[in-house]
Structure formats: structure tokens, C-alpha cells
């Protein structure tokens, strides 16, 4: 501001100089008007000389040097030339952050597509031609979804929900798989990254695999020494109480080896494929009320109070084993992992979206940190206790992968020493 002052002083001072001189050189030639008024218009016309030079570089290229002004149009043209060579810095800088940032996105092996709010290619990197066949130049503005037909994509690209990533087969080569993760920023704008996950399937594949044709070998010979045993249960004459004690003990070893491979088979199964609905729908109350006597009758001396609340009338278009199963795995959890006389309600309620089916139990409930991981197989909180309830450590796991089959979900909630609610959402789709 002080300088402001300092350049309009002295421009006054310039003007009073030039109005006196030309005052003088008036008086002494005998025109004052008409040498003041010349005079005058010297000042301007420099001034507008000086102003004209400067605005005609700002509103054009802004290219080659900035002009330089003199007197009070000095600075200004100083500013400009410090603002140029500071804002052809930041440009340098900007562009070398950007080549990184390519030169980077290009070494990547998942492909990455910049998508605007209209869901156009606005850049992608190489990796998205060898996965997704998108040309970094021909396709360029071109909607992602002309692309990448698949309706699968589409759907999931329309929703909008980018909380869990998609699985699809390569557009352009079936044999691999594809998870394709999308993140939303600024307005509508999204950042698609897609990995080649076929090595991770493949391993998942011999894993699965594996674990079925392990438990199918198993089964036979499970089923022969637990025969024998049974056999000699009956035989033995019990003389010997430790021998007794031991054929029982083997006995029911090689009960529970069973159970676990029959869940194992059982799991094994499920984790294949959606599953197709069925013509008629499940006669829930009936479902549901059989579920209640067998719970009765598991909990035995525990006298729990088991109660059923049905407000749905419509029933689901599945298999009845698979239901039943998942129904009856989280039952018999409530009363095993529920203390005597504990509560239990069994209920099954309708709203827009779908049907949920749940379990509350007042029983030992479960801690924060174990919930997450109780659908992994054989993950139990408390080992002992679970083994001496009879559990194999693989019932959460196979109600999870019957419910995907089912398109479904499991939520759990629960406190430790409060209780516990297990329940399974199923969507409209599958009610009838
Ligand atoms: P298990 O056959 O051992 O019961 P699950 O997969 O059915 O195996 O359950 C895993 C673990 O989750 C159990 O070992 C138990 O610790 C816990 N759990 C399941 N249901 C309940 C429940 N209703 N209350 C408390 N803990 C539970």
C-alpha cells in the first residue's frame, strides 16, 4: 500500500513538473492554454501507450517476454514477469507429478480406467487393454458400458454400491477372472481398478478340491472302523472296565471324525454356484415348528424357553435340506451356547425388501473381535467348550455359504455374557 502512495505521489509530482513547465513555456511563447492542454495529452497518451502494451500481452498468448513499463507501469510488468516465472514452475512441477503418476499407473499389472460422472473413459493405463480390451486412444470418451457388455457389469455399475468388488470373466479372454473394484471421488467421477485374480481362483479351486476329495477318501474307512467299533461296544463283556472305557472313547472319536467329514462334504457342496428357486414355496410355520421340537428336544434337562414369532405369511422358494440345515445350525447353537432355563426366540418377519429369519439367545454371547471371524472353518471362541457341546467348528461356515447360494446374508450381533442374534436376510426376489 506504502508503495501504491509512493508511485501516486510521484506521479503527481511528475503532473504539477509537466503543468508548470508547460505553463512557463506559455507564458514565454504567449500560448498557455493550448501548451498545457498538448502537454496534457503527451501524459495521457503515454500513460494509455503504456497500459495498452500491458493489456493486449495479458489477453492474449502470454507468450515471450512480458513487456516491460516504465515509471509507475514498472512494477506492474515486474509482478508479471515474477507471477510468469513462478507459475511456469508450478506448471514444470505439475506436469513431472503427472508423468510420475503414469509412468507409475503403467507399470501396474491391474488395469486402472478413470471413469467421468457419465461413466465415459476419460484415461486408462495398458494394463486395462490386456485385461479389459479398452484402447487408450480409439476408446477414449467412449462409455465404459459399450464396452464392457457384460450385464453383470452393468447392473453393478447402475447400483452404485462399491462397498464389495464385482467378479467377472475377462471380456476378452474367457479363461481368466477378473475383480473389478470401483471407488467414487469428487462429483461422480470413478476410479475402476480391475486385477486378474484367475491364480487366486485356481488355488481356491485345488484347495476345495482337495478338502472334498480327502473327505470322500476318508469316509469309507471312518465308516468301517466306527461299525467295528459299535460291533465290539456290544461284544465286549465290559470284564475289563479300562478296555470298555476305551472302545467308547474311540468309538465316539470316530463318531465326531464322521460328522466332520460329512460337514466337510456337506460344505464342500455349497460352495458352488447360485442355486435355482423353486416352484413352491416352503411351508414356513411347519418349517419353523418342527425347529422348535427338535430345539425342545435337544435342550433337554437345560429347560430353556424356546419361543416362535412368525408375522410373514409368505415362505421361501428353496430346498427344504438347505433351509432346514441353516435354520437348525443356528437353533442348536442358541441351545447349546445358552445356559439352563436361558431364552430363545425363533422368529420370521416380512417387510419390503424381503424376509429375515433370526435367533436371539440370552446365552454366553460372543466378543467384538471373535464375530468377524466365526464363519471361517473351524473357528470356535472357546475350543473346549465348543467341543464338549458336540460342535465340528464348520456350522457358521456352512450356513454363510448356503445363504450366498441363496443370494442371502448372515448378521450377527451380540454382547458377551448379554446374548446373541444370528440372522439371515433374504431378499424379495426368492419370496413367494
Ligand atoms: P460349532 O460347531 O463349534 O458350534 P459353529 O461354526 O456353529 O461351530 O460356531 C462357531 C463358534 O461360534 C462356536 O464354536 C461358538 O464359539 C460360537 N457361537 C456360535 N453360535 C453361538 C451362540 N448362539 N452363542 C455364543 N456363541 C456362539
Known amino acids: 500500500m506504502s508503495d501504491l502512495h509512493w508511485i501516486l505521489g510521484k ?11 508547460s505553463w512557463l513555456v506559455g507564458l514565454f511563447t ?17 500513460h494509455a501507450f503504456q497500459f495498452i502494451k500491458l493489456f493486449r500481452w495479458l489477453h492474449g498468448s502470454r507468450k515471450g517476454v512480458v513487456p516491460e513499463g516504465s515509471g509507475p507501469w514498472y512494477p506492474i510488468s515486474d509482478e508479471l514477469y515474477k507471477w510468469r516465472k513462478k507459475s511456469r514452475k508450478n506448471r514444470k512441477n505439475l506436469l513431472s507429478v503427472i508423468n510420475e503418476f503414469r509412468t507409475s499407473t503403467e507399470a501396474l499389472a491391474d488395469a486402472v480406467v478413470v471413469l467421468d460422472n457419465s461413466s465415459n473413459i476419460i484415461w486408462s493405463n495398458q494394463a486395462s487393454e490386456e485385461l479389459l480390451g479398452i484402447s487408450r486412444k480409439k476408446d477414449l470418451s467412449q462409455r ?22 464385482l467378479i467377472i470373466p475377462s471380456p476378452i479372454n474367457p479363461d481368466k477372472t477378473l475383480s473389478i473394484q470401483i471407488t467414487p471421488y469428487l462429483q461422480g467421477q470413478k476410479l475402476l481398478v480391475c486385477r486378474d485374480i484367475s491364480q487366486l481362483q485356481q488355488l481356491e479351486r485345488v484347495r476345495q478340491d482337495f478338502v472334498s476329495n480327502v473327505s470322500h477318501e476318508l469316509r469309507t474307512p471312518l465308516t ?27 468309538s465316539l472319536q470316530s463318531h465326531r471324525m464322521k460328522n466332520i467329514v460329512n460337514e466337510l462334504l456337506y460344505l464342500a457342496k455349497m460352495e458352488h454356484g447360485l442355486k435355482t428357486k ?10 419353523l415348528s418342527q425347529l422348535k421340537q427338535e430345539a425342545i428336544a435337544l435342550s ?22 438347505d433351509i432346514h440345515k441353516v435354520f437348525s445350525n443356528l437353533v442348536f447353537n442358541a441351545v447349546r451356547y445358552t445356559p439352563e432355563k436361558g431364552k430363545i426366540t425363533i422368529t420370521w418377519h416380512c417387510n419390503h425388501e424381503g424376509a429375515i429369519f433370526s435367533v436371539t439367545d440370552t446365552g454366553v454371547g460372543i466378543s467384538a473381535e471373535d464375530i468377524p471371524r466365526l464363519t471361517e472353518r473351524f473357528y470356535r471362541v472357546d475350543r473346549g467348550r465348543a467341543r464338549d457341546e458336540g460342535g465340528t467348528g464348520l456350522g457358521l461356515a456352512i450356513v454363510k455359504h448356503t445363504l450366498e447360494r441363496y443370494q442371502a446374508r448372515l448378521a450377527i450381533k451380540s454382547e458377551l455374557d448379554e446374548g446373541s442374534t444370528f440372522s439371515c436376510y433374504f431378499n424379495a426376489d426368492w419370496l413367494a
Open 11 to 21: 506521479q503527481l509530482i511528475i503532473l504539477a513538473g509537466i503543468l508548470l513547465l
Open 30 to 46: 504567449g500560448y498557455v492554454t493550448v501548451v498545457m492542454l498538448i502537454s496534457l495529452l503527451v501524459f495521457i497518451f503515454w
Open 144 to 165: 465404459i458400458t459399450h464396452l464392457l457388455r457384460l450385464p453383470k457389469f452393468i447392473q453393478f455399475l447402475e447400483a452404485g454400491d462399491f462397498s464389495e468388488s
Open 224 to 250: 468301517v472302523v466306527s461299525g467295528y467299533l459299535e460291533v465290539l461296544e456290544s461284544l465286549t463283556d465290559f470284564s475289563n472296565e479300562q478296555v470298555g472305557k476305551m472302545i467308547a472313547e474311540m
Open 278 to 287: 423353486t416352484d413352491h414355496p416352503l411351508d414356513m410355520p411347519a418349517l
Open 300 to 321: 433337554a434337562e437345560k429347560s430353556h424357553h424356546i419361543e416362535l414369532a412368525i408375522d410373514c405369511d409368505k415362505g421361501l422358494l428353496a430346498s427344504f435340506e
